[in-house]
């Protein structure tokens, strides 16, 4: 979704870097609780959990905050309880939007998804009004370098198992089944290849283009979303027209 990266670049731009850092910090930790207790606490045997170590050491999240909610995801410690729900909903606009939630309160998380989407012009769907247009996918973003061409990167990606590669500006974008993600990550790595970042991602299959107030509204609701501690994820199938950008980058 190129409108919710650009999003992301342009709220760094103004400054919100230290609180985003904490919201991280906030959502990591319940994601490392989670795959410990749905898949232990052996990082070699719990590729989700690898993951989110990984996601962890890069996000600079001290060892101890690490261990504490492994622990508490094994039940070595005493820890929350928390429940995985995603939500359904129309953006302004008519954008398809899927937000992903790891809460200990369901009451209090569809009360404050429900009011973002209602602050924006948007609204809550049902199961699988939109959920039909995403695709769950791996995602793995290789910076380019001169010392790597295109087709070189290509061979590189097909011959781990990847499905495609496309240009995403500086960097390489490899997507591979879900599945394979962690296999592709580390037959790249294993030949070389640096990794900067891999994910399970859902990618909507069409896209909806808005401007204007629509637009507006619409980075509100994912800035919204983003900020409410108990979503971990939002995807969305809107992209920005140029003059928007171009509005939202001059007032960055």
Do not use: C
Not at 136 to 151: F, H, L, P, Y
Not at 192 to 206: L, R
Not at 213 to 235: F, G, H, I, S
Not at 236 to 251: K, P, S
């Amino acid at each position: 979704m190129s409108g919710h990266n650009k999003w992301s670049t342009i709220k760094h731009k103004k400054g919100k870097a230290d609180a985003v850092r904490g919201k991280i910090f906030t959502k990591l930790i319940k994601e490392i609780t989670i795959a410990a207790r749905l898949g232990g606490g052996d990082p070699a045997g719990n590729p989700r959990l690898r993951k989110a170590l990984l996601d962890g050491r890069s996000n600079n999240m001290p060892a101890e905050n690490i261990t504490r909610a492994i622990k508490k995801g094994t039940g070595e410690l005493e820890g929350v309880s928390y429940e995985e729900i995603t939500y359904e909903g129309y953006g302004p606009g008519g954008a398809a939007v899927l937000v992903d939630v790891m809460t200990d309160n369901r009451n209090r998380a569809i009360t404050e998804v429900r009011i973002a989407f209602g602050k924006t012009n948007g609204k809550m769907a049902e199961p699988g009004a939109v959920s039909y247009l995403f695709q769950t996918v791996g995602q793995i973003t290789v910076a380019k370098t001169k010392k790597v061409s295109e087709d070189d990167m290509m061979l590189l990606a097909l011959d781990a198992g990847a499905g495609d590669v496309a240009d995403d500006g500086d960097n390489w974008l490899i997507t591979t089944d879900y599945a394979d993600l962690w296999e592709v990550r580390e037959k790249l790595e294993a030949a070389g290849v640096v990794v900067a970042d891999s994910k399970i991602a859902k990618v909507a299959s069409t896209s909806v283009e808005l401007g204007g107030k629509d637009a507006d509204n619409m980075l509100r609701l994912v800035d919204m979303l983003e900020d409410n501690d108990d979503v971990q994820n939002v995807w969305a199938n809107f992209e920005v027209d140029d003059a928007t950008m171009e509005r939202l980058n001059a007032e960055g």
